[in-house]
């Protein structure tokens, strides 16, 4: 049933970008002009590298996308890039599938996803262990972020980069959340992710796994409460207009994880392989660095925008409390030697 899934959405986006390269709005895409709906060879007998995010074109996960393609377009004669925001390709899960099968050429998913095919990545789930994004760069950009990124090779991807998602922070329509008691029996979304699952029914919620794709449509309908994710995607993709409660739980410092397909991968030149892994590091220092910036710009118009209510500390602790038999649980499942040397590594960095 999956294969036939990925199929129709290989099918899906061919004919999504034949229909931008007959002069579909590029603009929607950040399509280059000329567009192409065969990625061995573009016009002028140039390779295109089609880009998939879950985000919109607001975001400052695009604005590095488009870095991305700036970079790939001026070092290099036989390259352009596409990208395709707001998952109209396909969402995280089905664009990392599409990454193994060579139907697509790059995505940068949030790590949570990841864990479905890599469960060591679910050491960046564990909730409360990352401090600040200070630890997080020293931690990504050493020798254990350097394993991770080696990790993805066992599933047919390739691992450029890491770019930043950020902290995440929960929003509900019901009522301010400001202790532990708030959180009790609310239904909230969370990403298709065990560990986030679990984490919050230790908080006393209701969760329920969904894709990005899926999440404003369900918020609108009120068919799930609330949601949780880092200021800057929680203002862009405008859940204020069907949230009005946001808390600053900071829960979980999630990655951004630029991942190249390797079926494709191995096809490009040297020189291409060299523009294009430049590229991703340079375009995800640009993203790391305007995250930042569009995250505390956005919480400060979230706090016009909703009720913005604060945590506590004597409340951290009891957050904090709670979830610890989840970690105790996952430790073996996610692999306790990798939990170790992740926990051991985040020590060293404070
Ligand atoms: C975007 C997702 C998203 C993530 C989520 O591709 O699913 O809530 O935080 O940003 O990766």
Same mark, same amino acid.
């Not at 922070?169 to 969370?190: H, S, Y």
């Not at 808390?247 to 392989?273: D, G, R």
């Given at each position: ?9 290989? #099918? ?47 975001? %400052? ?9 700036? +970079? ?15 998952? @109209? &390709? ?23 996803? +990841? ?19 200070? &630890? ?17 090779? @066992? ?20 009522? %301010? ?10 239904? #909230? ?11 919050? /029914? ?29 200021? %800057?995607? #929680? ?19 999630? %990655? ?5 397909? $390797?079926? #494709? ?12 892994? $430049? !590229?991703?590091?340079? !375009?995800? /220092? ?33 957050? @904090? ?5 989840? &970690?105790?649980?996952?430790?073996? $499942? ?8 992740? +926990?051991?590594?985040?020590? $060293?960095?404070?």
């Amino acid at each position: 049933m999956k294969k036939l899934s990925i199929l129709f959405l290989s #099918i899906l986006m061919i004919s999504t970008m034949v229909l931008a390269a007959c002069g579909g709005n590029s603009s929607s895409t950040g399509a280059s002009e000329k567009g192409s709906s065969d990625s061995a060879s573009g016009e002028g007998g140039k390779r295109t590298i089609k880009v998939s995010i879950g985000v919109n074109d607001k975001h %400052p996960e695009y604005e590095a996308s488009m870095k991305f393609k700036e +970079l790939v377009e001026a070092e290099s004669d036989d390259l352009t890039v596409e990208v395709y925001h707001s998952g @109209q &390709v396909a969402d995280d899960r089905s664009a990392i599938e599409m990454l193994q099968f060579g139907t697509l050429d790059v995505t940068i998913p949030s790590t949570s996803p +990841l864990v479905n095919f890599i469960p060591e990545f679910g050491v960046f789930d564990l909730p409360f262990t990352v401090p600040n994004e200070e &630890v997080a760069d020293k931690v990504l950009d050493g020798p254990f972020g350097d394993k991770m990124l080696e990790m993805v090779d @066992q599933q047919g991807l390739v691992g450029l980069a890491w770019w930043e998602n950020g902290f995440r922070n929960l929003t509900n329509d019901v009522k %301010p959340v400001a202790t532990m008691e708030d959180v009790k029996g609310l239904k #909230i979304r969370t990403m298709e992710n065990e560990i986030h699952l679990d984490a919050w /029914k230790a908080l006393g919620a209701n969760p329920t796994p969904m894709a990005f794709t899926e999440l404003f449509t369900a918020l609108q309908q009120g068919t799930i409460d609330g949601q949780e994710n880092p200021y %800057p995607t #929680i203002l862009l993709s405008k859940y204020p207009e069907v949230q009005k409660h946001v808390s600053n739980t900071n829960h979980v410092y999630t %990655p951004f994880i630029f991942l190249f397909s $390797k079926k #494709i991968w191995e096809q490009l030149s040297a020189e291409q392989q060299e523009v294009v892994s $430049k !590229a991703a590091l340079e !375009a995800g /220092k640009f993203n790391r660095e305007r995250t930042r910036e569009v995250a505390e710009e956005s919480l400060e118009t979230l706090k016009k925008e909703m009720t913005f209510t604060e945590i506590k500390d004597g409340e951290f602790e009891k957050f @904090q409390e709670a979830v610890k038999p989840v &970690v105790g649980k996952y430790k073996d $499942k996610i692999g306790a030697e990798i939990v170790d040397e992740f +926990l051991a590594e985040v020590d $060293k960095a404070k």
